[in-house]
Nanobody, 121 residues
């Protein structure tokens, strides 16, 4: 059974920093990509940042220059370093791990429970 374990959420003042680690256990495969998504109250879930197994990163425009995603040395681990946090970054942040299962690009996604990040003004 694959499980994603997240940590690092909490309350921080505007301008502060938080780091969100995520580790996926229970899979004999290396996930092709891992990423963070977030959902604020009343809004849809949105992409924050992703990183592939090869280290290629992708960021939402609203976090470029402030957040950095990176793979860990251990298999199926990664973290999101969030700097210069703003009140509008307040949301539940979800870790996702994706494995592509065939040449057509079909994939299986696994989601974590999601730590709360609250940024006060």
């Amino acid at each position: 059974q694959v499980q994603l374990v997240e940590s690092g959420g909490g309350l921080v003042q505007a301008g502060g920093s938080l780091r969100l680690p995520c580790a996926a256990s229970g899979s004999r495969f290396t996930f092709d990509s891992m990423g963070w998504y977030r959902q604020a109250p009343g809004k849809h879930r949105e992409l924050v940042a992703t990183v592939t197994s090869g280290g290629t990163t992708n960021y939402a425009e609203f976090v470029k220059g402030r957040f950095t995603i990176s793979r860990g040395n251990a298999k199926n681990t990664m973290s999101l370093q969030m700097n210069s946090l703003k009140p509008e970054d307040t949301a539940i942040y979800y870790c996702k791990a994706r494995r592509v299962v065939n040449v057509e690009g079909a994939a299986v996604d696994r989601w974590g429970q999601g730590p709360q990040v609250t940024v006060s003004s």
